[in-house]
């Protein structure tokens, strides 16, 4: 017979080296595995194999020489006959989603001009799957720890603050580590953990704001896949500020006399027992106050030139920033008398001086916020006379 005349017959199978996969849907850097390779032809010949985008190679062309017993067996039967061991073929790391062929070709040794060739069908398609966990709220001034969990293929992950705002960032995750996990009792890795740690502005506004995550394969082109998740930003605030008085004598009463009071919540005595609550967001580490200088003064001189001592009036100074107590649930509190000051006020609500300001400060590690008594916002501290004025003056009504 003439070899020229005698046809090579081939036939392969392909299927995925790793199960967990198809051979429609093989991720970079996985392996086809071709098996059930099969030749038959008078001379030696030789394998090779190469992915294709249509007739564009893709990747290395990998060329299998015979050698007996090693990359495969002559049939005992039919020497013409090979059956080839297993040829793993990995897919290139830069090759993106869409179908490709595998084209196994036996070609004569003798001869490389005759060869005859087989397509199988595969494709490609590498997961990414980002998946974040991340607290549903945000505190402002607050550092919060955000993970994302990947395919092992992904190159990098990106994380894009408040989406769509003015505060909108986007920052790099970090790889921490590899995830594991045992497959037919060996470890494998299934995975990709990374990280960030987040300090959300304190003067971030309450709302609810998108948070995207988006992990790429440095395929040619790039792959990405995105996912958001959502968070309700809370800012370190304040819910509500009180300063309520011990005598409440400016409440809007009618006094002994049914003469009308003017109704003046900040308006106080000095003596009196002022306490102080404050509900706060965000839970800070710690709530103080600061008041103006007179309101903090442990000492007063009247005009007679007689000095009185807060502590020898009420056993100790005080010392500022005076501290609020946290009384859980988010209250804050704390009680101060009054030292002797200059009035504010008149007893016939004539202005001696400008009210005085009180600060309640909220801080938490180096973020703070301000809650502010003061004239300019309509809440300023006034001060008329002090207590004993309404213990030992007796007002007498006008008779004229």
Not at 65 to 82: R, T
């Amino acid at each position: 017979f003439k070899i020229d005349e005698v046809p090579i017959n081939l036939t392969a199978k392909v299927k995925s080296k790793d199960t967990r996969f198809s051979v429609d849907a093989m991720p970079i850097t996985e392996y086809y595995q071709l098996y059930d390779i099969e030749t038959e032809y008078p001379t030696e010949l030789k394998l090779e194999i190469g992915l294709y985008d249509s007739d564009v190679q893709k990747g290395p062309l990998m060329a299998v020489a015979f050698d007996e017993g090693v990359s495969g067996v002559k049939d005992a039967d039919n020497p013409n006959l090979v059956r080839w061991q297993l040829q793993n073929l990995q897919v290139p790391e830069t090759l993106p989603d869409k179908a490709y062929q595998i084209k196994v070709r036996a070609v004569d040794v003798a001869n490389p001009l005759k060869s005859e060739e087989l397509v199988l069908d595969v494709g490609v398609r590498t997961p990414i799957n980002p998946v974040p966990t991340l607290d549903e709220v945000f505190i402002g001034g607050e550092s919060v720890d955000i993970s994302c969990t990947s395919s092992i293929y992904t190159n990098t992950l990106d994380m894009t603050l408040y989406k769509g705002t003015d505060e909108e960032e986007t920052v790099s995750m970090v790889f921490e580590k590899w995830l594991y996990e045992d497959i037919d009792g060996v470890q494998k890795k299934v995975g990709k953990m990374w990280s960030y740690s987040h300090t959300t502005a304190s003067e971030m506004k309450e709302g609810v704001y998108d948070i995207v995550f988006t992990g790429t394969v440095n395929t040619t082109p790039k792959k990405t896949e995105s996912v958001l998740r959502r968070v309700h930003v809370i800012p370190l605030n304040f819910e509500s500020v009180t300063i309520t008085g011990a005598w409440q004598h400016w409440r809007g009463q009618e006094d002994l006399f049914g003469e009308q009071m003017a109704d003046m919540p900040y308006r106080f005595l000095s003596w009196e027992k002022i306490y102080i609550t404050a509900k706060t967001i965000g839970d800070p580490d710690s709530v103080f106050v600061r008041m103006s200088e007179p309101l903090e003064a442990m000492s007063f001189t009247d005009q007679n030139g007689v000095t009185y001592d807060y502590e020898d009036d009420f056993g100790d100074e005080v010392d500022f920033p005076l501290k609020l107590k946290n009384q859980g649930n988010d209250i804050w509190s704390a009680e101060y008398i009054l030292p002797l000051a200059p009035s504010t006020l008149s007893w016939d609500d004539e202005r001696l001086k400008p009210s005085y300001e009180v600060v309640v400060t909220a801080k938490k590690n180096d973020t703070t916020i301000d809650y502010v008594f003061s004239e300019s916002n309509g809440n300023g501290i006034e001060i008329t006379g002090n207590t004993t004025d309404l213990i030992y003056v007796q007002p007498l009504p006008d008779r004229r």
